[in-house]
């Protein structure tokens, strides 16, 4: 059951009335959570808070046609920072790029381990190929231990319609990482 304090509708009201102390208390209430699953998607602490503000500026810029989901705009903030991440992701993605096309002096040398950084590229590559809402519906039930039915709602998507999308992803992922015996939880709320 969710807590009194963790609903939002009375707040969420008087910021889509464009009450700034009330929006300013649910940014004090979600940031820490939104920020931490930004700082997990990128692993950059400045381009987390980049996409947390950029989540929140959205919000704010969406507010009159937000819903909330089971009582709370996190949801929402979450989807949307995973996107925003994605975004990032991509853009860092085209600069790397530009820069390994310019010349250079020196070689650079990676210190990360060839073994982790094989390990990475391969996760980062599947994960990468999942649409937005899938990566979307991972994040929260995965990541995030939201009920399948919450995560649907927050995505769009009705609850069965989530666990069979879920269910495809984990499969996907299973079969992409076969060798590295990655565990994906179930999540919370329903199977996926």
Not at 32 to 46: I, Q, T
Not at 100 to 125: F, G, I, Q, S, T
Not at 156 to 184: E, S, Y
């Amino acid at each position: 059951m969710q807590d009194e304090q963790d609903d939002d509708g009375a707040l969420w009201t008087r910021a889509q009335s464009n009450d700034g102390a009330a929006f300013a208390e649910l940014f004090d209430r979600h940031r820490p959570r939104v920020y931490r699953r930004a700082l997990s998607l990128l692993g950059d602490v400045h381009d987390a808070e980049d996409v947390t503000a950029a989540a929140f500026y959205e919000l704010w810029r969406k507010r009159k046609t937000v819903p909330l989901v089971a009582g709370s705009v996190l949801p929402w903030l979450l989807v949307t920072a995973v996107n925003l991440g994605r975004n990032s992701r991509r853009a860092a993605a085209r600069y790397r790029k530009l820069l390994d096309r310019l010349p250079r002096d020196e070689e650079h040398v990676d210190p990360v381990e060839p073994e982790d950084a094989e390990v990475r590229e391969r996760l980062e590559a599947s994960l990468r190929g999942l649409s937005p809402t899938d990566a979307a519906l991972l994040v929260l039930t995965t990541l995030e231990d939201m009920p399948v039915w919450q995560a649907a709602e927050a995505v769009g998507l009705r609850p069965p319609a989530a666990r069979v999308r879920l269910h495809r992803v984990r499969k996907r992922l299973r079969a992409d990482l076969h060798d590295l015996d990655p565990t994906l939880r179930s999540a919370p709320g329903g199977s996926a």
